[in-house]
T-cell receptor, first 114, second 110 residues
Framework: DSGVTQTPKHLITATGQRVTLRCSPR?????VYWYQQSLDQGLQFLIQ???????AKGNILERFSAQQFPDLHSELNLSSLELGDSALYFC?????????????FGDGTRLSIL | DAKTTQPPSMDCAEGRAANLPCNHS???????VYWYRQIHSQGPQYIIH???NNETNEMASLIITEDRKSSTLILPHATLRDTAVYYC???????????FGKGTRLSVIA
């Protein structure tokens, strides 16, 4: 158990819809990273937040957005969903910045678009 | 971050040591080598990381060559539950994202 909690575990929805994925970090972790894993693209970094502020962006679509709240949990919002958005979405968290601390991953949310 | 090269797949007999190689010939001085694994579709699991010295923990050992251009992850007594995709990642110190390649699919065979 990594201590990182993601909800829901599974999400099934239709094209055009909007969903919110939630990530609760390990106690004391300030950084949250979001990754997408699809069959053809592998694990890809989407976006990072540190202590409530956006820190880095990867291959995140404009239809996707994220935020980190004062209690340090984070939400990834996916809108105008397309079939190609079907994937596993993982968050990973780590402690204070500027160190070599490893990231610890949650068990992911499996998103299926019908 | 430096790019890594790993064999796409390996087999290992149960109870034997699994030695997973990784090449990172363009690694720079401040970059660490991290190993993660992903069992089926679970979240990637952190295994171990190191800068230049060999490292050991309860899961594995990491051997980094003196020139730091390659490393080997050693699972001393592989079990069926170690069947997974293993990722070797080079990352500079700091709060930066991980860049995953395709990894090595390790199959532990009874």
């Amino acid at each position: 158990d990594s201590g990182v909690t993601q909800t829901p575990k599974h999400l099934i929805t239709a094209t055009g819809q909007r969903v919110t994925l939630r990530c609760s970090p390990r106690s004391g972790d300030l950084s949250v990273y979001w990754y997408q894993q699809s069959l053809d693209q592998g694990l890809q970094f989407l976006i990072q937040y540190y202590n409530g502020e956006e820190r880095a962006k990867g291959n995140i679509l404009e239809r996707f957005s994220a935020q980190q709240f004062p209690d340090l949990h984070s939400e990834l919002n996916l809108s105008s969903l397309e079939l190609g958005d079907s994937a596993l979405y993982f968050c990973a968290t780590t402690g204070t910045g500027f160190s070599n601390q490893p990231q610890h991953f949650g068990d992911g949310t499996r998103l299926s678009i019908l | 971050d430096a790019k890594t090269t790993q064999p796409p797949s390996m087999d290992c007999a149960e109870g034997r040591a699994a030695n997973l190689p990784c090449n990172h010939s363009t690694i720079s001085g401040n970059e660490y080598v991290y190993w993660y694994r992903q069992i089926h579709s679970q979240g990637p699991q952190y295994i171990i990381h190191g800068l230049k010295n060999n490292e050991t923990n309860e899961m594995a050992s990491l051997i980094i060559t003196e020139d730091r251009k390659s490393s080997t992850l050693i699972l001393p007594h592989a079990t069926l539950r170690d069947t997974a995709v293993y990722y070797c990642i080079v990352r500079s110190s700091g709060n930066t994202p991980l860049v995953f390649g395709k990894g090595t699919r390790l199959s532990v065979i009874a």
